[in-house]
């Protein structure tokens, strides 16, 4: 997480984030669903939109807020950073973490975000700009597909700084994605804010508002599962991850006296 940049640049950050990656999520989906019927065709053109559009909203807007976009990212990076700062192993990043406060003011500002989105795709699509979606997810296997890929994006947006590469969080995250919409039964919401949002829209990329609750729960517990195995991966000491590479090699033993040089 990025605490340079003052609280309300970065909630502007967040909510300007989220609502452009709903507004891909949902405009891709209703061109698609008008350029073809080809239900396979639908979602390739609908995560292939996604995947570029959240890679390019990570690179841009990363270095202002961290480019959470998701309230379950803002609570992991909270419970990581509080952990490592009860045990004295210093911040994330040498922060320990948003405080309260902040993770208050960034799901905000990520819920607002994601609904204006909603909006905002519905009025270039000249589709009604609020209107509750009737697509119905309410299944135990679709909450079960919403916690795999919940847990496996907390793991990777935790791990890649604890391995040194957080350099390459744009393509990782993006590229998980991607690659969720088609691994899980879910097509993978995976984030709390958008799935409030895409209620909002009658559309393809929709979810009824009755089948909100329980994907929202699975996305809960997805962050629940996503912390135990990243502390049972990583250990639960955060250390002072860097984005610049691998670490440096020990430096080389100095030969003793009187012994030759290699």
Known sequence: MTLAAPLGRR???????????????????????????????????????????????????????????NPVVTVAAWAVGRRSHDGAGGGHGGSGGPRPREVAVYVAAQTTGAICGAVLADAMFAEPLVRWSGHERYAPH????????????????????????????????????????WFTS????????????????????GIAPGSVPMFVVAQLGGLA??????????????????AAGPAPAPPRPRPREGSARP
């Open 11 to 69: 909630a502007a950050a967040e909510f300007t984030g989220t609502g452009a990656l709903v507004a891909v999520v949902v405009g891709s989906g209703v061109q698609a669903n008008r350029l073809s019927q080809d239900a396979g065709v639908q979602l390739l053109a609908n995560s292939t939109a996604t995947v570029f559009g959240l890679g390019v909203l990570i690179v841009l807007l990363g270095p202002v807020s961290g480019a959470h976009f």
């Open 142 to 181: 679709l909450w079960l597909g919403e916690a795999v890929a919940t847990a496996g994006l907390i793991v990777l947006v935790l791990g890649l700084p604890r391995v040194r590469r957080a350099h390459l969080a744009p393509v990782a995250v993006a590229s998980y994605i991607g690659a969720a919409y």
């Open 186 to 205: 879910s097509t993978s919401f995976a984030n709390p804010a958008v799935t409030a949002g895409r209620s909002l829209t009658d559309t393809f990329a």
């Open 225 to 242: 599962v996503g912390l135990a195995l990243f502390g049972v991966l990583f250990g639960t000491r955060l250390g002072r991850p860097t």
